[in-house]
């Protein structure tokens, strides 16, 4: 995904009562094609809501939104045609076998001529990898499984957007790790927006996060940015050698806010915080190396786990509530 690739899910405001309670407020939501947004909060948070809405399957209580430039509540009909969906809880006949499963679907969404329907059944069963279980009823599978039938189904018709709700929720370790795999690899061919709980699916296969608490987003954009945290960028490089003239050199430069220095051993560790992003990585590393009287062991942005970005802005949510 780059800076100007145009926004696909956008919406204003956007709320949902249920019976007077609010499931969702003033929702200001942006996704940008070809990115794969993971939209994470706890269990009643708004998600699943959030997702009908953008599909067009409940209305809004008030507020607007549009899928792929078209109206959510008046064109959604034109969203479902170009967005894959994968339900929480897909539910199939049981008795039928999963090449049946996706011919049925191919004959609904599926707008192609009627005899490229058994080809795009096939290539559907490879992208998911079940090609070996095609022919098996669908009471035998497993969870994984039954999920990576239900994403065929949604990729079935070529969607600009797959929208999946709690894609692993409900799978063990192995499952969940084969749909984080497959997800990664569906970026490909389509932008991906998907609700989840778990904290490590969304550190493992987003380029961007949204949290959702209670109804309300309360943080959202670039997850590289966000693990930065809130104190700006910061580098940690260890080094050996004669460091002085180098921090020198480092020092002068204007992007350079600040160098804290640890020493251990024979090791310097300089933690570096920087003002301007784009020159720290252009011109950081090759300022360092320039200077041949030191050696770079190691060198990396300082990152935040998102746990602790997570359990920071839902503290503050609590507090801005009480
Ligand atoms: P999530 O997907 O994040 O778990 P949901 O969107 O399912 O959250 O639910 C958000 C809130 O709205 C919850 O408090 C839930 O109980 C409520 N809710 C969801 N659907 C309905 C409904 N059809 N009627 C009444 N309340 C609902």
Redesign the pocket.
Known sequence: MLKHDPIIIDTHDLCKN??G?Q?LKNLNLQVRKNSIYGFL?P???????TIKLLLGLIKPTSGNGSVLNYDVTRENIKIRARTGYLPQEPRFYEYMTAKEVLRFTARFFFYGPKNEIENRVSEMLDLVGIEKKADRPIKGFSGGERQRLGIAQAMINYPDLLILDEPTASLDPVGRHMILELMEKLREFSTIFY?THILDDVQRVSDTVGILNRGTLVAKGNIEKLLAGSEGTIYLITLKGDTESAFKNLSTQPWVSNINVEKKDNKVKWQINVTDDDLAEEELLRLILADKKVKVIDYRLKQYELEEIFLQVLEEDENVVK
Request: net charge positive; proline share 0%; glycine share 24%.
């Open positions: 249920y019976n309670i499931a909060g269990n009643g948070a708004g998600k699943t809501t609700s």
